[in-house]
């Protein structure tokens, strides 16, 4: 059995970034598939509470969101990197841009077209996870405007691979590219026939045919309980505290998403990165559990 678990499910975008990250590197991974809609119990057992996708377990440490994920994956795996060296700005840039900015064209470019076709008991899931309705005759409204987005998105890259190359930067596929990529494959996947190739975009189709072709890695299936027995039997990794996050060492915090899915994780701090928070959990039947946020996009407060 592979030691990295992801959970996630198949049309879940921001899983595939990870899953592209995962092919680049040509890692074995268990795949563990989780519900698309709460409830999802095994999933927030091991959490504490967050229910986006994906989470990654590796033993007792579970990592939320999918930009913490690749940099963990990065950190323990630095073969094929990631974040190659004298690219790591336009890596992060390309990342934030797709998942903050194509993601938002993306959203009402598919569901303002199949929305009709959409399951009642998903939309009323995704109510409660952004707060907010799920607007479909407003989305159906902004769906060719968005579409036009989404085009004028793939034009960036296009520009940027008339220099670069075969990918983003440079010869050799990364993050920039498998962050690129899923926007427009969640398009490509969900709503057939609406954005399927750019042929007057040079370049764009024959790089995303590339990205696509990168694959997964070595992927096989692990069962959610199977999953809850690797934590039960795992230790966290020793965790380490920036000296100016000190103050909080030991203490009881919560910690969540500032945007959606804002539920929160209550632990105790036990660890930070410039770029993590780390609380550790004692669940019943399982033990101690170390969960890590990113602290982009994530609050802290006393718990
Ligand atoms: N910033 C998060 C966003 C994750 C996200 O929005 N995931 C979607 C699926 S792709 C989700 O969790 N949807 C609600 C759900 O599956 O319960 C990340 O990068 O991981």
């Given at each position: 059995m592979s030691d990295i678990i992801l959970h996630h499910y198949d049309t879940s975008p921001f899983s595939e970034k990870v899953r592209i990250c995962l092919g680049i590197k040509n890692l074995a991974w268990s795949a563990v598939d989780q519900p698309t809609i709460m409830p999802k119990p095994d999933l927030t057992l091991l959490t504490g509470g967050y229910r986006r996708i994906p989470v990654l377990q590796i033993g007792g440490d579970i990592y939320c969101d999918s930009q913490l994920i690749v940099r963990e994956l990065e950190r323990r795996f630095p073969q094929k990197p990631l974040y190659p060296v004298g690219c790591q700005g336009m890596v992060n840039a390309i990342e934030q841009w797709s998942d903050k900015s194509v993601f938002q064209s993306a959203v009402p470019a598919i569901f303002g077209s199949i929305g009709d076709r959409v399951d009642p008991a998903f939309v009323k899931d995704r109510e409660a996870l952004s707060g907010?309705?799920?607007?479909l005759v407003g989305m159906k409204a902004v769906a060719p405007f968005a579409l036009g987005q989404i085009k004028a998105h793939a034009a960036l890259l296009a520009q940027q691979l008339a220099d670069s190359g075969a990918f983003l930067a440079g010869i050799d596929p990364c993050l920039a590219d498998a962050a690129a990529y899923y926007n427009f494959w969640f398009v490509r996947s969900f709503a057939p026939g609406l954005a399927d190739r750019f042929d007057d975009l040079a370049g764009f189709d024959a790089w995303y045919d590339r990205v696509k072709a990168?694959?997964?890695?070595?992927r096989k299936s692990l069962s959610r309980s199977e999953a809850l027995d690797v934590a039960k039997v795992s230790e966290p990794e020793a965790s380490t505290i920036l000296a100016s996050d000190i103050?909080?060492?030991d203490k009881t915090v919560r910690v969540a998403a500032?945007?959606?899915?804002?539920d929160p994780i209550i632990g105790v701090f036990v660890g930070s990165t410039p770029y993590s928070l780390t609380v550790a959990r004692n669940v019943p039947d399982l033990g101690q559990i170390n969960v890590h946020v990113p602290r982009l996009g994530y609050s802290l407060s006393m718990g």
């Open positions: 907010q309705p799920f607007n990168i694959g997964h890695g070595q103050d909080l060492k500032t945007d959606y899915g804002r």
